[in-house]
């Protein structure tokens, strides 16, 4: 199939398959005898792939470092477990700071919002922060 009729079936632009081709994450394509692109149905497969890992958080570096496991025979799937992990544990850690962080501002937002701009000091930038 030629790149547009690739892009349509993985939900994708020609442009990026093009960039993913360029970055290695795709093995470079066919190319018909007027120099078009002819992908097989595994290059579907693996752009859906690339989707779910995206949809995940996953880095294309970290996308490729799996594709490459796969390509050398070897199953990724000890590696895509770590790397999940170590995204739980990233998750996480932006889930407390981003909590903290509107604790904080909905504590000045309550303070401010009761407050008489009026009565701001204009010695300070602002007072209630």
Same mark, same amino acid.
């Given at each position: ?21 360029? *970055? ?6 066919? *190319?018909?005898?007027?120099? &078009?692109?002819? &992908? ?5 497969? *693996? ?5 779910? #890992?995206?949809? !995940?958080? %996953?880095?294309? !570096? ?5 594709? +490459? ?7 990724? #799937?000890? *590696? ?7 995204? %739980?544990?990233? %998750? ?5 700071? %981003?909590? !903290? ?6 504590? +000045? ?10 009565? #701001?000091?204009?010695?300070?930038? #602002?007072?209630?922060?």
């Amino acid at each position: 199939m030629r790149i547009g009729e690739a892009a349509s079936a993985a939900g994708l632009t020609s442009k990026t398959i093009r960039f993913y081709e360029g *970055r290695g994450l795709l093995p470079p394509a066919e *190319r018909s005898a007027n120099g &078009y692109r002819e &992908y097989g149905p595994d290059t579907i497969s *693996r752009l859906e792939f690339i989707r779910r #890992c995206q949809s !995940a958080g %996953l880095t294309l !570096a970290q996308i490729q470092g799996i594709l +490459h496991i796969r390509d050398s025979g070897t199953t990724p #799937c000890t *590696r895509v477990r770590d790397i999940l992990g170590q995204q %739980l544990i990233d %998750l996480d850690k932006t889930i407390a700071e %981003l909590t !903290a962080l509107r604790a904080t501002v909905a504590e +000045h937002f309550t303070t401010i919002d009761a407050a008489d701009p009026s009565d #701001c000091d204009a010695e300070q930038i #602002c007072s209630y922060i």
